[in-house]
């Protein structure tokens, strides 16, 4: 177990933005899958450019290549829809999530306001996007539960049109689960598609397709590559990848709760668990029942953990907790797990994070379920300068003008003066021609 302190810690824990690692497993599928070694940007690239000049059958083609099937029907059918089925107690789970994340979203100021008063009206219009793609990770895990947090707040927001896609299983179908909670949900439009070559659909529309004005949802690498590449073209609401876990635990943690954190979040393949501990004996403590809890975990679970574990794991011994949410801001995780003496007084100290998880009830696996706020949260250290997914994602603000003539006679020089510092002398006219008489006629 290598233990990081001070300057050392630190520099494990600054973010290079420059270049995002790629993990060595990810290039080797590449390079068997494309017979030469493509950097992830270029498998990217190639497929958004597939998709835009032949669409749907870009679409099939890299399907079947990429996820074992090549789909005839790109749009899981209204039929396959109605007809999916999954266990009653499966079932509840879906409806409480979709309740809670929904009540959580309701309370989220999201409001325009209009300043109505003597020099005129100026104020925000706030309107819904009109459509929204969702999209709903399903290359190792069916995520059914992304397809909630991410759709309820754009539903909140009042989005009319929400198109989803996903990967299908290599034997073409959507995971039921996934249909049962879109139909929950009142969408009906699903498709079997996932990776680069959905967001190039959703960014760029196809026959079967539609384009939207927005793509949300998290994904693995070649997603976020892909929402950032095509960015602009239509707008993306972060860029949530590869999830990440750091936790904050004092001597009074459990050993055993700070090891189940970590490797819940670990199972996501490619994830990074960081451990931040004021106790060396609970470092050592944590390292035991990692072990042990590994060892218990079944098949395939167990390797994508132990991946996550061995190859990107840090732990690191600060000197005090102001020292650990130092890190952690230095970090900007996704997750802040605080495993500590009371928790909760630590949040004042909390400055970069996706989502603060407080104490021992408050694990974030529950937050990724159950709990209210939507878990596609930013990873990769955008959490510096993003938010969680959100209703105010999924809105656009209309500035208002409407100020009275008495305003115009008073605040209109400046703004001509303005102008004329610009260079612009017909922003300057147009605001004097309303502030001298028209001449006379002749
Ligand atoms: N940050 C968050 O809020 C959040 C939430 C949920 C999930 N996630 C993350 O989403 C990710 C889901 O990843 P996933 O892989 O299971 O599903 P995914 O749906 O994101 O990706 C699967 C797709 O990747 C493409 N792909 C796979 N290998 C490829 C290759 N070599 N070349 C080109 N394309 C390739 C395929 O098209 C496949 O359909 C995980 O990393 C998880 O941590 C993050
Ligand atoms: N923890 C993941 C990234 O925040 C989301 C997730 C979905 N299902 C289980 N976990
Ligand atoms: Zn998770």
Redesign the pocket.
Known sequence: MQVLQGDVARAALTRTFAKIPVPQS?LA??EQ?FGEPLT?EE??SR?LADVRARGDDALRD??GR??GHRPEALEVSGGELEAAQIEPELHEAVRLAIRRVRAFYEEQPAHGFMQEGPEGTLGQLVRPLSRVGV?V?????P?VS?LIHTAVPAQVAGVPEIVVT??PSRDGTVHPAILVAARELGITRVFRV?????IGALAYGTASVPGVDKIAG???L??VIAKRMVFGAVGIESL????ETLVVADDSASPRFVAADLLAQAE????EPVLVSTSRELLIEVQTQLDAQLEALPEPNRSWARDSVLSRMKIVLAADLAEALDLSSLYAP?HLCLLTRDPGRLLDGVRRA?GVFVGEASMEALGDYVAGPS?????GGTARFMSPVNVRDFQTIISVVGVREETLRRIGPAAAVLARAEGLEAHARAIESRLTPPPAPA
């Open positions: 990810v599928r590449i899958t992830p498998v990217v497929i890299w399907t990429l996820d999209y990770p399903g290359g190792l895990a995520l992304t996903t990967p996932g990776g680069a070559q959905a998290p994904g693995n070649f997603v949530p990848g590869p999830t996501h393949l490619g994830a996704e996706g878990h596609v949260m930013p990873t």
